[in-house]
């Protein structure tokens, strides 16, 4: 079957334009989550989802990222005025229940803000 | 708040060298651990879940080991195509997010 995909791959963004970035899960999976990537780390949380529910966005660095699953299963994470800092790659994943279960990731969308 | 430490940063070994990778943790309440393969430009790629001290997981040249503060990948006879990031992953208790390491770099020499 189809794993998680996203979309775009990649997309360069003029410091303070707004972003969206779209993550299809594994079909019939229950959670979702967003993860950042900066070069050389590990992937940080930023915002969890099971179903439509947003259950934990405490990872989200500013009032500027904002997510969102409004049929339980597309998600898209939105960055509002987008700065350097910002980029990095963003990793979506899903699993089929809850968070102790195996998470499947995504290619991830490399965002440059330039 | 969960830690997830691994080391070494970077490995290079020379093909057929047997090494181990390590993830050490500090949680309250493991519920599971995980480990990834990372290629570059690619997301993390699914390895193995250990969910309690004493277990152990094995695909192909790889084996994951768990005990109480740490995890083990033991990579044998590598080959190059073993190449990647390994990273570890922890959840616990009633959090709902995945901690992460740093990530091992292995490069295999042929």
């Known amino acids: 079957g189809a794993g998680v995909s996203q979309s775009p791959r990649y997309k360069v963004a003029k410091r303070g334009q707004d972003v969206a970035l779209r993550c299809d899960p594994i079909?019939?999976?229950?959670?979702l989550f967003w993860y950042q990537q900066a070069l050389g780390q590990g992937p940080e949380f930023l915002t969890y989802?099971?179903?439509?529910?947003?259950?934990?966005k405490s990872g989200l660095p500013s009032d500027r990222f904002f997510a969102e699953r409004p049929e339980g299963s597309v998600s898209t994470l939105k960055i509002q005025r987008t700065q350097q800092e910002d980029s990095a790659v963003y990793l979506c994943?899903?699993?089929?229940?809850?968070?102790?279960?195996?998470?499947?990731f995504g290619p991830g969308t490399r965002l440059l803000v330039l | 708040e969960d830690q997830v430490t691994q080391s070494p940063e970077a490995l290079r070994l020379q093909e057929g060298e047997s090494s181990s990778l390590n993830c050490s943790y500090t949680?309250?309440?493991?519920?599971?651990l995980f480990w990834y393969r990372q290629d570059p430009g690619k997301g993390p790629e699914f390895l193995f879940t250990?969910?309690?001290a004493g277990e152990e997981k094995e695909k192909e040249r790889l084996k994951a080991t768990l005990t109480k503060k740490e995890s083990f990948l033991h990579i044998t006879a590598p080959k190059p195509e073993d190449s990647a990031t390994y990273l570890c992953?922890?959840?616990?208790?009633?959090?709902?997010?995945?901690?992460f390491g740093t990530g091992t770099k292995l490069q295999v020499i042929p």
């Open positions: 989802f099971q179903n439509e529910a947003q259950l934990d």
């Open positions: 992953a922890v959840i616990s208790g009633g959090y709902q997010k995945v901690t």
């Open positions: 250990l969910y309690s």
């Open positions: 949680v309250s309440g493991l519920r599971g």
């Open positions: 079909s019939g999976h229950v959670s």
């Open positions: 994943a899903s699993s089929s229940r809850g968070t102790g279960e195996t998470q499947y």
